[in-house]
């Protein structure tokens, strides 16, 4: 890992966070993607992990934020039901724009521009960064739990030091 600057590592904790992700969708048996937790079904859940990451990582206030073609209102709203449902290929799409439009916005990322505001943000990128790396994890783990509790089965994930596997991998501990 290049820990030469701060960019660099939050561009490999970012990639491992997302590979993590990718892994835990993965895990999530097609029995559970209905199934609901908190009165939401838990492809919503996963849903909201994602869009918050989608619109908070770089900056919320973008005037020019695009939402998905799949979303609707309060579709990514963990406290309102929705008709609408979101299948795992449609999820699987969108994850893999969100991550490579991180990546797009990681490698051109300047220590410099990390204390600096995006337009119409009142907070920095860093901060943005941050909190959503809190928040991703925090849903990550709700969702884990979710699988643990059904499979009995661990979702793999990398922690600092494990390498981020090839295309052939064990998804559970």
């Not at 561009?11 to 966070?17: F, G, I, L, N, V």
């Not at 937790?37 to 908070?56: A, E, N, R």
């Not at 494990?162 to 052939?168: I, L």
Request: aromatic share 10%; proline share 5%.
């Amino acid at each position: 890992m290049n820990q030469n600057t701060l960019t660099r590592i939050i561009e490999d904790q970012t990639t491992r966070a997302l590979w993590e992700v990718k892994n835990v969708i993965d895990c999530v048996p097609e029995k559970l993607w209905d199934m609901e937790y908190c009165q939401m079904p838990c492809w919503k859940h996963i849903y909201h992990m994602l869009h918050s990451l989608d619109l908070w990582y770089i900056n919320p206030r973008d005037k020019s934020f695009q939402e998905p073609a799949i979303h609707e209102k309060d579709l990514n709203n963990l406290d309102v039901v929705s008709q609408k449902v979101l299948s795992r290929s449609q999820i699987e799409r969108y994850f893999i724009c969100i991550e490579e439009k991180l990546r797009a916005y990681l490698s051109d990322l300047t220590d410099a521009q990390l204390l600096e505001y995006p337009p119409d943000c009142e907070y920095c990128r860093f901060t943005l960064i941050l909190a959503q790396m809190r928040h991703l994890h925090s849903h990550m783990g709700m969702i884990m739990g979710f699988v643990i509790d059904d499979t009995g089965l661990w979702p793999r994930v990398l922690g600092l030091e494990n390498p981020v596997p090839g295309s052939e991998y064990d998804k559970y501990f």
